[in-house]
């Protein structure tokens, strides 16, 4: 074993309590050679045995010496105001932690030379004509497409080692606010109509499998932007007929409608998704598929 090996990598993870967060922070729990920190805005964490600072990425200070005192080899940025429709309303709060958040994050990374690991998301794009590969130039329908672009920008030009991994859809278990699948699943149990639109496409995320590609890029030390998805281009209502097959609920409770009828306050690309190929090639990143990743998460409830 090579000297190195034996010193261990700090990692510190922000916006540790959100659905990707803490799959992050349960990863690397289980990992030896780890030495890690969470920090998010809420005064406690959603987990143990890891510990936990209360920091709000949009206050300079506050991210300064979070990330000063804990030295860290890497900053994984978890953090974001990710509700695409209030983004329309508080765009002020949007661009605050979206955009001016991770500025205060790389102007500290870049003084320690901690490398950055950000997320992005297929919403930079105007979803008339997805998937999209890495090189397509992007063109935002709505503000929360904005500010993600704009992060993406504040890391090129923030003159540190960065990657951003762009993703959609993302699903799995966490302690948090429910996702997709368990919203569905919820609905459907408590034999509630839902409505789903069928003409919004993309190919859907299992959060363990974002966390498998976070871990490659770290471990190969390939810093780049990557489209990091699943393998199967969906629609949503045919995704929750999935959902709904794999835990045995009643597919007659949900209603297919096109996103217009939803009259949300923001607009959604529609043909969406993101094309994985250099992730495969570059990684060796290996997503589950739909059924797989359900069935995962079915023993994670015990349904
Ligand atoms: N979920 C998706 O479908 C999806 C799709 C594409 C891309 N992404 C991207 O993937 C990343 C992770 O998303 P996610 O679904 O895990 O988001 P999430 O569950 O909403 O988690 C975000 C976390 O950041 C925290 N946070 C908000 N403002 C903060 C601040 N000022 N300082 C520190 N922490 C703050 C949030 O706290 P509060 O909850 O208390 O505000 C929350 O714990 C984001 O960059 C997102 O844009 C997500």
Redesign the pocket.
């Given at each position: 074993m090579k000297s190195r090996d034996l010193i261990k990598k700090r990692i510190l993870i922000?916006?540790?309590?959100?659905?990707?967060?803490q799959r992050i922070i349960a990863f690397y729990q289980a990992q030896e050679n780890v030495e890690l920190l969470g920090?998010?805005?809420?005064e406690k964490p959603t987990f143990e045995n890891t510990p936990y600072i209360n920091?709000?990425?949009?206050v300079r200070e506050e991210?300064k010496n979070t990330i000063f005192n804990f030295y860290p080899d890497i900053v994984i940025?978890?953090?974001?105001?990710?509700?695409v429709d209030l983004c329309e309303s508080e765009r002020a709060t949007a661009w605050?932690?979206?955009v001016k958040?991770v500025e205060n994050i790389v102007e500290a990374c870049r003084s320690l030379d901690a490398k950055i690991i950000?997320?992005?998301?297929?919403?930079i794009f105007n979803g008339n004509n997805g998937p999209y590969d890495e090189n397509v130039k992007p063109d935002p329908v709505g503000y929360?497409g904005r500010t993600?672009l704009a992060s993406e920008n504040v890391l090129k030009i923030g003159a540190v080692t960065y990657a951003v991994l762009?993703?959609?859809?993302?699903?799995g278990i966490?302690n948090?606010?429910p996702?997709?699948v368990r919203w569905v699943i919820n609905s459907l149990r408590s034999k509630q109509q839902i409505r789903i639109v069928t003409d919004q496409v993309g190919n859907p995320?299992f959060?363990e499998d974002l966390v498998t590609a976070v871990n490659k890029v770290i471990v190969s030390d390939q810093y780049d932007v990557y489209n990091i998805a699943g393998k199967e281009f969906i629609n949503r209502y045919e995704f929750a007929l999935q959902i709904a097959d794999m835990f045995n609920l009643d597919k007659k409770l949900i209603t297919p409608i096109v996103t217009e009828e939803l009259k949300q306050p923001a607009k959604r690309p529609l043909k969406g998704g993101l094309i994985i190929t250099k992730a495969i090639n570059q990684l060796g990143y290996n997503p589950h598929s739909i059924i797989e990743a359900l069935e995962i998460i079915k023993k994670q409830l015990s349904l």
């Open positions: 922000v916006g540790a309590n959100g659905l990707l967060g920090c998010s805005i809420e920091c709000d990425i949009t991210i940025n978890a953090a974001a105001y990710t509700n605050k932690i979206n958040g950000h997320f992005s998301t297929d919403y929360y993600k762009r993703t959609n859809v993302l699903y966490a948090s606010r996702d997709y995320t959060v």
